[in-house]
């Protein structure tokens, strides 16, 4: 009798911290505290972190390099191989709506599932700015089952935000986002993602007056005449330095180019993560110095 009675006691407590999590595709999984998890999107990867949960990640793709780049990866985000995934024997896969909306990652995370894997799709990491990170953040919090830690972690959020706001200048300086591979291969970023997220939160005006991404040439820089252009750090090394940069079609001709006022973001900022109002921060101050007060 007391041994059934400590079963059941067992039972019963490992039901309580088991979390039903509804994913933003509609599916839900049933976890408590996964041992052995697949990060996917370096968001997720790196919020796990923040939660302490690191020791349970088996795997991950090949964004996901920060605060750990020695981890196992199963190969660039939007061809995530299946096979690849089930050999790391995960209790549960976690990626964002944006990575898994690839077509063939659709179909690998329906052969995830018919393998009996679990996967939590989070809500998409490259829309929804601070707002939606801190809702994945609650999502992985009631996963690990530390909510108390992610409640912190988006307080935190809003006590950097007020140092963005202190910092943000005056007059809102007019920004382009420029994404470089090399000189000859780039391309202006619209309003949509987390380029755009992070011009507007650090007190600047996206000039682009489209959605999309657009290659760079001259004319359509020039016409659009930037302030300020902001590069991903390693796309800024790809062409060479800021006088790499002032050689690139139409930079030189514009008040951005004619001032030298080119800035660099974490290589990680098209998909929004728990860094962001440390962005923010950052080139709201730079800009506050070169635009004034």
Do not use: C
């Amino acid at each position: 009798m007391l041994k059934r009675t400590l079963l059941l006691s067992v039972l019963f407590a490992s039901s309580a911290l088991a979390a039903q999590v509804k994913g933003a595709d509609g599916v839900t999984v049933n976890v408590s505290d996964p041992k052995r998890v697949v990060a996917l999107n370096a968001t997720t990867l790196e919020m796990i972190y923040r939660l302490g949960k690191q020791k349970s990640i088996v795997g991950t793709d090949n964004t996901g390099v920060y605060p750990a780049n020695k981890l196992t990866s199963v190969g660039h985000w939007a061809q995530l191989p299946a096979e690849g995934i089930i050999s790391l024997k995960p209790d549960l896969v976690i990626g964002t709506a944006d990575n898994f909306a690839t077509p063939n990652n659709l179909k690998v995370v329906q052969q995830l599932r018919a393998a009996g894997v679990m996967v939590l799709v989070l809500p998409a990491s490259d829309t929804g700015g601070l707002n939606g990170v801190k809702t994945r953040l609650n999502l992985l919090g009631q996963v690990y089952n530390v909510q108390n830690a992610a409640s912190s972690l988006t307080r935190s959020f809003d006590t950097t935000l007020a140092a963005v706001k202190a910092n943000r200048p005056k007059k809102a300086p007019r920004v382009v986002f420029l994404y470089a591979h090399s000189p000859s291969d780039a391309s202006i970023y619209g309003t949509e993602g987390g380029a755009n997220e992070l011009i507007e939160l650090a007190g600047g005006k996206n000039a682009a007056p489209f959605k999309d991404t657009k290659a760079l040439t001259a004319e359509a820089l020039v016409a659009l005449n930037p302030d300020a252009i902001v590069m991903l750090e390693r796309g800024l090394e790809g062409v060479g330095g800021l006088e790499g940069a002032l050689k690139m079609p139409g930079v030189a001709q514009t008040n951005a180019g004619k001032n030298r006022r080119i800035y660099t973001v974490d290589n990680s900022v098209r998909w929004i993560g728990p860094r962001l109002p440390e962005f923010a921060l950052k080139l709201a101050r730079q800009w506050k110095a070169d635009f004034g007060k």
